[in-house]
């Protein structure tokens, strides 16, 4: 009796460890699909491989997309049944498949991770009017990350040869068109040297719209109307374009194609853009150079673009994606991504604060980058895009070719808005 006791009880444990081996050894495989440059690429490898590590029953697949395919390319990967089980992307792109039912609400997961209790820590959700960027009413369509505000970029080189003080984060519009009107070279009508440039980029549009008192739109989530007409915002682009046509101090379409490399080859002196280009600004050895918060004019204002992380409807592992999503906003990963590049602004408020941090470490930062992170922690820090479905064919197509006529110096700013408004008007009613 004891022997077949003793032999069943060796089958049982046979049967039992192949069972636990035979599960182990099965792993699921979420799609996590992003764009970026060689170096983002090895960092979410790195990410993932610690995320592996610590979760051996997932393995992550990087489906990388080059950023100028990318949108298209995920279309169609949803609409052929194919899509990432996690998606990085713009909020415009993120809120367009929420719309359409592609991507789910992360509320709920969000609400019962122990690693979201204390909101305070993340710079984002401490701004309740920023949760357009990644929340339509309640419901969470991407994980808000990777936020960048504007700075103003300066040639500290060109600012020393015309003896002229830096900016600092007291500037208002009138420092910035005196310096500008220094810093201005020209040989005969040749411009050689901007003070200034100007876009018609949408979100530096908006941003010059914000710092004069003025909204671009009635309201942020579902804007019903576009107020790109109020005096507030006829006079900001106005001023946008006196600083070409009327001042000389930034560069015509046409003077701009003489001046190749821009910012980056000391052709012009000073920028206005998003805090990323600190990347690639960094690396600049032939000139000295700094940034400071974008100058104010009625307001000190300024906006926050992010990108999020969102999960696929169509995923058939949606717990195991939020893993990963959770994960992406540990510690860990945010020191293997934040420490390697500049990029981006801190999630973390710990990280933000602390300037002995490694996020303070990296080699050909300016002097003061600090102004990147204490630009987050504004009162008027607004969001950069809108919530709605047309955002994108508003954003990103009518609005620069409504205000072409204007870039180009052949029509007012007013001139331009009123023939631009209604056409914006008519794409906010559509559904």
Not at 104 to 129: A, G
Request: contains cysteine; positive net charge.
């Amino acid at each position: 009796m004891s022997r077949k006791l003793l032999v069943f009880g060796f089958m049982l444990i046979f049967v039992l460890t192949s069972a636990v081996l035979a599960t182990g050894a099965e792993k699921v495989t979420i799609k996590f699909s992003t764009w970026g440059s060689p170096e983002e690429v090895n960092i979410n490898k790195e990410i993932i491989a610690e995320f592996e590590k610590r979760n051996p029953d997932i393995h992550v697949e990087l489906v990388y997309i080059p950023g100028g395919e990318y949108w298209q390319k995920i279309q169609t990967m949803v609409a052929g049944g194919t899509p990432p089980d996690v998606m990085f992307s713009g909020t415009i792109w993120s809120y367009d498949l929420f719309s359409r039912g592609a991507v789910i609400d992360l509320q709920p997961y969000f609400e019962k991770d122990p690693r979201f209790k204390n909101l305070k820590d993340y710079y984002i959700f401490k701004k309740p009017q920023l949760a357009p960027l990644y929340k339509d009413g309640k419901a969470m369509f991407g994980l808000p990350a990777r936020s960048n505000v504007n700075l103003l970029y300066y040639n500290k080189t060109a600012f020393d040869e015309a003896g002229v003080a830096y900016p600092t984060d007291k500037w208002n519009w009138d420092d910035l068109l005196q310096a500008a009107k220094k810093l201005t070279k020209f040989d005969g009508n040749r411009m050689t040297q901007a003070g200034f440039s100007v876009s018609k980029w949408h979100a530096w549009i908006n941003l010059w719209i914000y710092q004069n008192g003025g909204f671009m739109f009635n309201k942020f989530a579902h804007p019903t109307k576009c107020t790109l007409d109020s005096p507030a915002s006829i006079s900001a682009l106005q001023f946008i374009q006196d600083l070409v046509y009327k001042y000389n101090v930034a560069p015509t379409p046409a003077q701009s194609q003489a001046l190749p490399g821009g910012f980056m080859t000391g052709k012009i002196a000073m920028q206005v853009t998003g805090a990323w280009m600190v990347e690639q600004y960094r690396q600049i050895k032939e000139f000295k150079w700094d940034v400071a918060p974008p100058p104010g004019n009625k307001i000190k204002a300024n906006h926050l673009r992010i990108g999020a992380y969102s999960i696929l409807s169509q995923s058939k592992y949606k717990d195991e994606a939020w893993k990963f999503v959770s994960f992406l906003f540990s510690p860990e990963a945010h020191e293997i991504a934040y420490s390697k590049v500049a990029i981006w602004n801190p999630d973390l408020v710990s990280v933000g604060k602390n300037r002995n941090s490694y996020y303070y470490k990296l080699p050909g930062l300016p002097e003061h980058y600090y102004y990147r992170v204490t630009e987050m922690e504004i009162p008027n820090l607004y969001p950069g895009e809108i919530l709605h479905p047309n955002a994108s064919k508003i954003l990103d197509t009518e609005l620069p070719t409504g205000l072409d006529s204007m870039f180009l110096g052949k029509e007012s700013a007013a001139e331009a808005v009123k023939k631009l408004v209604p056409k914006i008007d008519a794409l906010l009613r559509q559904k």
